[in-house]
């Protein structure tokens, strides 16, 4: 069973506003959230993250916010920007495993 | 620059013959892990090592194994591959287990025909 889901796999902005990427949870247990970022042929890169005690935490134009109530994380990209164009993965860690638990990604495209 | 290796970046296999993918970091890092990335599922724990010398599984072990003899290296070994194997392999690592940022290789495109 998927425990970290993100349930759009694609979204498109127009650059300038503002992208919201979207990720929920099931395990209660996991205490760190982060969100990597992908370009095509290359490995993902560690973008921004947040802890379960916190409910935002903000990086230049990326701010992530966490609702533990809704197990609900999101990650909003403002002002975005055609360099933004990725796949963004939401992570969890923790849990039973204590490894890094990924949900299936978001192909974010941001148009000029 | 440093960081992680993976080699090769890619590789058709014929189904039944082995490989191994390898892994190579210069971090110093305690942690490694194997990665499959597969369209709508996701990046899937595959195996993982906490240290030199100890392995352990992840969600999808069946059909791999691996060895951590040292600290930089981290082979993936598909003893006999299978189509469903066909994917994209990233190798990563952290400081120390359950330490949260990771950081990934390039990644090797595996096509299992």
């Known amino acids: 069973d998927q425990q970290v889901k993100q349930n759009s796999p694609s979204l498109s902005v127009q650059e300038g506003r503002i992208s919201i990427l979207n990720c929920d949870y099931t395990n209660s247990m996991f205490d760190y959230f982060l969100w990597y970022k992908k370009y095509p042929a290359e490995g993902p890169t560690f973008l921004i993250s947040i802890s379960s005690i916190k409910d935002k935490n903000e990086d230049g134009r990326f701010t992530v916010f966490l609702n533990k109530s809704a197990k609900h994380l999101s990650l909003h990209i403002v002002p975005s920007q055609p360099g933004d164009s990725a796949v963004y993965f939401c992570?969890?860690?923790?849990?039973?495993?204590?490894?890094?638990?990924f949900g299936q990604g978001t192909t974010l495209q941001v148009k000029p | 620059t440093a960081g992680i290796t993976q080699a090769p970046t890619s590789q058709i296999l014929a189904a039944g013959r082995s490989m191994t993918l390898r892994c190579t970091q210069d971090m110093r890092h305690n942690a490694m892990y194997w990665y499959r990335q597969d369209l709508g599922l996701g990046l899937r724990l595959i195996h993982y090592?906490?240290?030199?010398?100890?392995?352990g599984k992840g969600e999808v072990p069946d059909g791999y194994s691996v060895s951590r003899a040292n600290t930089d290296d981290f082979p993936l070994t598909l003893a006999s591959a299978v189509p469903s194997q066909t994917s994209v392999y990233f190798c990563a690592s952290s400081e120390q287990e359950g330490n949260t940022e990771a950081f990934f290789g390039q990644g090797t495109r595996l096509t299992v025909v």
């Open positions: 992570a969890a860690l923790g849990g039973n495993t204590g490894k890094l638990i």
């Open positions: 090592s906490n240290t030199a010398g100890t392995t």
